[in-house]
């Protein structure tokens, strides 16, 4: 079994349209989306839910009522405000808790403890052709990182399950915690970027990113001809480098039909799933 991620410099530049399509193209995958930020790869493959897991990332504080003496010192002490006096009570808001611990080891008589945070949940959905690995963070939650490495988990079992020889991943854009753990350990990194000033910009970083986890890797320059001269750039960076061009996608209205009608591109004939099909091509030669 093989993994292939997907990723960006920056959100935006068209990862998960190629993400989605490729799922299509490939033969005996499994999906994972692990743009747990902002999730929506699994509005493309349109699955149904199958089963629902929480999932628990870092510790928020907790006080016992019964045992509370509301004497106040934990709501001074906290650096982040997040201890209430409600109704006569002090109460922890859970968005403003950083588990620091500090109110558990200042307390007078250990009315406070941490306990498990739960900070999102991530789902086994399926469609026709393939099982789909996908989460979400409940809203103000850190613990990214974390929630991308279980839905990857959870994505090798199903393969080794299904007999599955790919998994296809959505990584999470940006060079940050979910974005190192969308390409630790894969066999091959699809980075996707535009034709911008700040497109290069970010690829830059997010190859070396990749080269600092030692992962083999080719790029992919989406709506390529919206500015030709910045395409060349990256073109000839690619060859200075050494770095693999996998292709260029053409900037295609159809792309955004195909989105508003919750589809891949690959169900439509046009000119970006021809440039999408010469990409899979081309990477099935390097990954064989």
Do not use: W
Not at 29 to 41: G, Q
Not at 166 to 188: E, K, L, Q
Not at 208 to 223: A, L, P, Q, S, Y
């Amino acid at each position: 079994m093989k993994q292939i991620s997907i990723v960006s410099g920056k959100g935006g530049t068209g990862k998960t349209t190629l993400s989605g399509a490729l799922n299509f193209l490939f033969q005996n995958n499994t999906a994972a989306d692990c743009d747990v930020d902002a999730s929506n790869l699994y509005l493309l493959l349109n699955p149904k839910l199958k089963k629902q897991y929480d999932y628990y990332g870092g510790k928020k504080a907790f006080i016992e009522q019964d045992k509370c003496i509301k004497c106040g010192k934990c709501q001074t002490l906290c650096r982040f405000d997040a201890i209430d006096f409600i109704n006569e009570e002090f109460k922890i808001n859970e968005y403003s808790c950083e588990g620091c611990n500090l109110c558990v080891l200042k307390c007078p008589v250990k009315a406070i403890e941490l306990i498990d945070n739960r900070a999102g949940e991530y789902y086994l959905s399926e469609n026709k052709k393939m099982k789909v690995i996908h989460g979400s963070l409940e809203p103000g939650e850190e613990t990214s990182g974390g929630l991308v490495a279980e839905i990857r988990k959870k994505a090798i079992e199903v393969s080794k399950e299904e007999k599955t020889d790919y998994i296809i991943i959505d990584g999470a854009p940006g060079m940050g915690c979910p974005a190192t753990s969308s390409i630790t350990g894969v066999n091959y990194v699809i980075i996707v970027t535009e034709p911008t000033k700040s497109g290069i910009h970010d690829l830059k970083r997010i190859i070396d990113t990749t080269k600092h986890f030692k992962r083999e890797f080719g790029i992919v320059i989406n709506r390529f001809d919206l500015n030709i001269q910045n395409t060349e750039l990256i073109e000839k960076f690619c060859k200075d480098n050494g770095i693999k061009l996998l292709g260029n996608i053409s900037f295609d209205e159809t792309v955004l039909k195909a989105t508003q009608k919750q589809k891949s591109i690959i169900e439509y004939d046009s000119k970006a799933k021809e440039d999408i099909i010469n990409i899979f091509n081309n990477l099935m030669e390097e990954i064989s």
